[in-house]
């Protein structure tokens, strides 16, 4: 089956550890996307990729870095700078090209930092 | 004034009932719209993209106003797995190709 996949889906880590989210995609698509969702707000961008070897920063890119070595893989690092980094967290995917394609999401991570 | 605004509700309804939402965008120039719904505590999933001309998708209508920036989902004869947050998302900054999320409307449908 063509999917997203995201791992773990719960994660607890200390304050001042780095953590590194995982998502994978065998759907094929060249662009993924990292976005943040705190309680009861929306889903607010973090990073994104439209091909290998290249990402930009979104809205709150502060507090975070990814890779984007692979096609199929985009994962993303929550580091210490990060001051609220307790969220669901949500990778995406779509197509890319000229247009703006609609985007597909894995189960996501809830991380939590005490 | 935020990219795209949804009234957060909740909306509380009975089965059977005919629900509406609307959603307001800033960007005159987006030119793609979708609606999404999310389960609590659940990855968003595609429910329908939206066209200029409108469409439907079985009990789901979604219809486009340009000239007054909102889109709507019309949601007939409602089911209690219809419950789940409806969220309303445009290509708001179309120099990035990234998609901006409304905060969703909350819909409750009881029995």
């Known amino acids: 089956d063509g999917g997203i996949t995201q791992s773990p889906k719960y994660l607890f880590r200390k304050e001042g550890q780095n953590v590194t989210l995982s998502c994978e995609q065998n759907?094929?698509?060249?662009?993924m996307y990292w976005y943040r969702q705190d309680p009861g707000q929306g889903l607010r961008l973090i990073y994104y990729?439209?091909?290998?070897?290249?990402?930009q920063k979104g809205d709150i890119a502060e507090g975070y870095s990814v890779s984007r070595e692979k096609k199929e893989s985009f994962p993303l690092t929550v580091t210490s700078a990060q001051k609220n980094p307790t969220a669901f967290y949500l990778c995406?995917?779509?197509?890319?090209?000229?247009?703006?394609?609609?985007?597909?999401f894995g189960p996501g991570t809830r991380l939590t930092v005490t | 004034r935020k990219e795209v605004e949804q009234d957060p509700g909740p909306f509380n309804v009975p089965e059977g009932a005919t629900v509406a939402f609307n959603c307001t965008y800033s960007n005159s120039a987006s030119q793609s719209f979708f609606w999404y719904r999310q389960d609590c505590r659940k990855e968003p999933k595609l429910l329908m993209s939206?066209?200029?001309s409108g469409n439907e998708d079985g009990r789901f209508t979604a219809q486009l106003n340009r000239a007054s920036q909102y889109i709507s989902l019309l949601i007939r004869d409602s089911k209690l797995s219809d419950s789940a947050t409806y969220l309303c998302?445009?290509?708001?900054?179309?120099?990035?190709?990234?998609?901006?999320f409304g905060s969703g409307t909350r819909l409750q449908v009881q029995p």
């Open positions: 759907l094929n698509h060249d662009a």
């Open positions: 990729s439209q091909i290998v070897n290249d990402f």
């Open positions: 995406a995917s779509s197509m890319a090209g000229t247009g703006t394609y609609e985007q597909y």
């Open positions: 998302v445009v290509n708001g900054n179309t120099g990035r190709r990234a998609l901006t």
């Open positions: 939206v066209y200029s």
